[in-house]
């Protein structure tokens, strides 16, 4: 094949320039491929796992309409061992937690909600699972444990919730004054939204005017 004088120059030139960067073009090529097969991989194994738990979910469910504790405490169990990345692990705490609380099972209701409190994937579920189990402490008479939870933080859409559950806290060991600033700061934020429940605002509102109103 016959070159000119200019084409020998540029075909030149490109070998040069491929002998000088070709095999970090190539090695940059392999690395998005790769990235490529891994994030396709790894959406093919969360969307297998997401399946995989759903179906456990579907036997915790019949489970749980059956009023079967042990059998919704073996299925949350198997999700939250192999599925814990699955959004269905703080579901199913969630679930078991109230089977257990209403079979009278108070030790894996608080085993149910801790696991989901400090280990549930989607931020709800594990916001939901603290206000439940300061309730849950109060109950016992674990003040120290139920001001431990309350005290750390839950998303924006919670923090009424968690503030009342502190004001909750104080009354229960009679410190009514601490209880009234609680849930005034509770009811500031839960009276301005309009998608809260009027029997959550007004359950607030009793509370509040026992320990002297706003």
Excluded: C
Excluded at 20 to 37: C, D, E, H, N, R
Excluded at 166 to 178: C, M, P, T, W
Aim: glycine share 6%.
């Amino acid at each position: 094949m016959h070159f000119n004088l200019e084409e020998q120059e540029q075909l030149a030139e490109f070998k040069a320039w491929w002998k000088q960067y070709g095999k970090w073009l190539i090695a940059g090529v392999a690395s998005a491929l790769l990235i490529y097969a891994l994030y396709a991989g790894w959406g093919w194994w969360t969307n297998r796992q997401s399946e995989n738990a759903s179906k456990l979910y579907d036997t915790l469910l019949v489970s749980a309409q059956k009023q079967d504790a042990a059998g919704v405490l073996r299925a949350a169990a198997d999700i939250q061992d192999q599925f814990s990345s699955t959004s269905y692990a703080g579901m199913a705490g969630l679930v078991a937690a109230q089977v257990a609380n209403a079979a009278g099972d108070m030790v894996n209701t608080e085993k149910q909600l801790r696991w989901t409190a400090d280990k549930a994937k989607s931020e709800a579920h594990a916001d939901l699972a603290k206000v439940r189990l300061i309730s849950l402490l109060i109950d016992k008479g674990d003040f120290a444990g139920a001001d431990k939870v309350a005290s750390g933080s839950v998303s924006k859409p919670f923090m009424p919730l968690l503030l009342e559950r502190r004001g909750d806290i104080q009354l229960a060991q009679q410190k009514n004054a601490e209880a009234r600033k609680a849930y005034q700061e509770a009811w500031e934020l839960l009276s301005k939204n309009k998608e809260v429940p009027d029997e959550a605002k007004r359950l607030l509102k009793v509370k509040l005017d026992a320990v002297g109103g706003l």
